[in-house]
């Protein structure tokens, strides 16, 4: 699993590419891009709350699109920090599910370093690929 942080992207905006062996991979390093953009140093989350996770969608992109938002979404409606656990995705009668396990704790400014106010999830660029290594992701967050 891993991600790169993009250089050309809008000025208020982080893209990144995420990439993996398996689509769950892809889109678990998703995640883990979406939750650097926010806290700087992500090894101080400690697992304090668990939600679970569960999204469809037609689209690949949008089933990407709607779990990422789910980050922010814990972030500004309940102060808390989260990493994807236990990602998975699967296509059934013609959707895409997305289930996973949200882990983290309310935001402390005393030990989280917030990276940036990640605002929301843009359609910008939003790309969810197979490539010759596995899965690449490609999103652009608006901060």
């Known amino acids: 699993m891993t991600y790169r942080f993009l250089d050309d992207a809008p000025p208020a905006d982080v893209g990144f590419e995420a990439a993996g062996a398996t689509l769950d991979e892809c889109f678990q390093s998703a995640a883990d891009a979406t939750l650097n953009a926010m806290l700087a140093n ?25 779990f990422l938002e789910q980050l922010v979404y814990y972030k500004d409606a309940a102060a808390e920090l989260l990493r994807a656990t236990g990602v998975g995705v699967t296509q059934r009668d013609g959707r895409w599910i997305v289930e996973a396990v ?39 967050l608006d901060v």
Do not use: F
């Open 42 to 66: 992500p090894d101080a989350l400690q697992c304090r709350v668990r939600h679970a996770l569960h999204v469809e969608h037609e689209s690949l992109e949008l089933a990407l699109l709607t």
């Open 102 to 140: 949200l882990e983290g704790e309310a935001i402390d400014p005393a030990r989280h370093q917030t990276a940036g106010d990640v605002k929301a999830v843009t359609m910008h660029r939003l790309k969810v690929e197979r490539t010759p290594r596995g899965w690449q992701a490609t999103a652009v």
